[in-house]
Structures are given as C-alpha cells and as structure tokens.
C-alpha cells in the first residue's frame, strides 16, 4: 500500500500560478502510473494529468494541455504539478493518486489504488 500526502493548494488569481506536491511513502516501488485528479463542487471527479513512474510518457487533459505540467522526483518519492496561467474553471480539490497495474484504462478513478487527501485550489477572477 503506498500513502500519499499533497500540498501546495491555496487561493489565487486568474492568470497566476500554483504547483502542487504529492509525497508518497511504503510500496512506492509498485507505482506503475501517478496521477492528479481534480473535482469541482457538484461535479465528477476528472483525470487533470498522469505520467508513467519514474516519468515519462505524460498525459494531459485537454483543458490543461500547454498550462499544466507533472513531473516526478524519483528521488523523494513526489509527484509534482506545475499550474500556470489559472482560470476560475480550474477551481476545484486536486487529488494525487497511484495506480499499480498497467492494465486497466488509466483516466477512470477506480483504476486507482491510492489517494492523497485533497488539496483546494481556488482561483478568482
């Protein structure tokens, strides 16, 4: 079982920038994909981005292509997720979360087996 901790949320505003954590600690050796998860009040909870550990073959929603980037630090054990240029739609509580089977498709979240406790991200307009 691996435990995941994020930080990094907070409030900001439009056009600015925030970059999330997720330290993961115990079997972080079976890690096959990490991901970060975002879920808006009332809404589904949706696949933001993922990457393959220990990082390559990144994937990103549509709505964050070319302003959000995840990468690893194989080294601590983190996932990290740099936003730029926010809007008040990417409002929402990011989740990270671990997936450690190859097989399975990767955008579904009970394709997961780990999550992090959720971090809010507000951005004003």
């Known amino acids: 079982q691996v435990q995941l901790v994020e930080s990094g949320g907070g409030l900001v505003q439009a056009g600015g920038s925030l970059r999330l954590s997720c330290t993961a600690s115990g079997r972080t050796g079976d890690t096959y994909l990490a991901a970060w998860f975002r879920q808006a009040s009332g809404g589904e909870r949706i696949l933001v981005a993922a990457?393959?550990?220990?990082?390559?073959?990144?994937y990103y929603g549509d709505s964050v292509k070319g302003r959000f980037t995840i990468s690893i630090d194989s080294a601590l054990s983190t996932v990290n997720l740099q936003m730029t240029n926010l809007e008040p739609s990417d409002t929402a509580v990011y989740y990270c979360?671990?997936?450690?089977?190859?097989?399975?498709?990767?955008?579904?979240?009970?394709?997961?087996?780990?999550w992090g406790q959720g971090t809010q991200v507000t951005v004003s307009s």
């Open positions: 979360a671990n997936k450690g089977s190859r097989f399975g498709p990767y955008r579904l979240p009970r394709e997961y087996d780990s």
């Open positions: 990457i393959r550990w220990p990082g390559d073959n990144a």
